[in-house]
Structures are given as C-alpha cells and as structure tokens.
Nanobody, 122 residues
C-alpha cells in the first residue's frame, strides 16, 4: 500500500494557475490507479481527474476539462495536477487518492492524502 502526501495549494486570483503535486511512498506505485478529487466548501467530494497505472489514459470531469492537466511520473512516484484558468468555483480542498483496479470506479479509491487547500479569489 502507498502513502500519499499532497503539496502546492494556495491562494490564487481567478484566471491564474497552480500546480499540485502528490508524492507516493511505498511499493508498487505503478500498479495503482491514481486520482485527484476535491471537496468544495459545504459540498460533497467530487472527482477531478483519474489516470491508469501507466498513466496512458486520463479522464477528466467536465468542469475542468481543457483547463486542468493530470500527469504521472512512475519513476518519481508522483502525480501532478496543473490547473489553469482557475475559477472561483475551483475553490476546494484537493486530495490525491489511489486504488487497485479500474481507474474510473471513483467510489473505490481507498488511500487518500491529507488534502491541500486551493482558494481562488476574485
């Protein structure tokens, strides 16, 4: 099982950019599907982007498609989320997560980082 630590959140103006990084420790990182999720204030957690173990296929939520890019580097045990053209509604705590099996079974992500706050201001 891997352990996950996110970094890179912060305060940014609308239209700006941020990069989040998730560093995994433990064995077998390339065997896990990885995902970015977020929980806006007062709302339920939602998926943002998920990718396969090899990183060859990535799927994005409609709300971030074209603005966010998820990358994966199995040599460095990291996944990153590049967020561009940020909007007020992107404000949330962002989590990375991992799972065995099909990467788009969002409810099955079982290992989570501690989260990192992203706040977009006007």
């Amino acid at each position: 099982q891997v352990q996950l630590v996110e970094s890179g959140g912060g305060l940014v103006q609308a239209g700006g950019s941020l990069r989040l990084t998730c560093l995994a420790s433990g064995r077998g990182f390339s065997s896990y599907a990885m995902g970015w999720f977020r929980q806006p204030p007062g709302k339920e957690r939602e998926f943002v982007a998920v990718t396969t173990g090899g990183g060859g296929t990535t799927y994005y939520a409609d709300s971030v498609k074209g603005r966010f890019t998820m990358t994966r580097d199995n040599g460095r045990n990291t996944v990153e989320l590049y967020m561009n053209s940020l909007k007020l509604e992107d404000t949330a705590v962002y989590y990375c997560a991992s799972k065995w099996g099909y990467y788009r079974d969002y409810d099955d992500y079982s290992t989570w980082g501690q989260g990192t706050q992203v706040t977009v201001s006007s």
